[in-house]
C-alpha cells in the first residue's frame, strides 16, 4: 500500500514563494500519475495539477497555470509543488495524491486517485 506524506506549509505573505513537497513510502512511485489538490474552508476539493509517471506530462488548473510547478523525483519517491506568486485565494490545504497508472483523462477528479497525503496548510495573507 502506497503512504503519502506532504510537507512544506506555512504561512506567507502575498507574493511570495513556497514549495510543498510529497514523500512515498510502501509502493515504486513510478507506477503512479501523481496529483495535487486542494481545499479551502467551506469549499470542494480543487484540481491543483498533475504529473505522468515519467514527468514528461503536466496539466494544471487554470488558476494556477504559470504560478505553480509540478516535478516529481521517483527514485527518491517524491513529488514537489513549487509555488510563486501566492495570492490570499491560494489558501488552503494541499494534498498530494497518487493513482494508478499513467496519466489519463481522469487525471483531474479525485476518485481517479486511490492513495492521498494528510495535507499541509497553506495560509497566503499580510
Known amino acids: 500500500q502506497l503512504h503519502l506524506v506532504e510537507s512544506g506549509g506555512g504561512w506567507v505573505r502575498p507574493g511570495d514563494s513556497l514549495t510543498l513537497s510529497c514523500t512515498a513510502s510502501?509502493?515504486?512511485?513510478?507506477?503512479?500519475?501523481m496529483g495535487w489538490f486542494r481545499q479551502a474552508p467551506g469549499k470542494e476539493r480543487e484540481f491543483v495539477g498533475a504529473?505522468?509517471?515519467?514527468?514528461?506530462?503536466?496539466d494544471y488548473n487554470d488558476s494556477v497555470m504559470g504560478r505553480f510547478t509540478i516535478s516529481r523525483d521517483n527514485e527518491k519517491s517524491t513529488t514537489s509543488l513549487q509555488m510563486i506568486g501566492l495570492r490570499p485565494e491560494d489558501t488552503a490545504v494541499y494534498y498530494c495524491?497518487?493513482?494508478?497508472?499513467?496519466?489519463?483523462?481522469?487525471?483531474?477528479?479525485?476518485?481517479?486517485?486511490?492513495?492521498w497525503g494528510q495535507g499541509t496548510h497553506v495560509t497566503v495573507s499580510s
Open positions: 495524491a497518487a493513482g494508478p497508472g499513467d496519466i489519463d483523462g481522469r487525471r483531474r477528479y479525485p476518485a481517479r486517485y486511490d492513495a
Open positions: 510502501g509502493r515504486p512511485l513510478n507506477m503512479y500519475t
Open positions: 504529473i505522468s509517471w515519467g514527468g514528461s506530462s503536466h
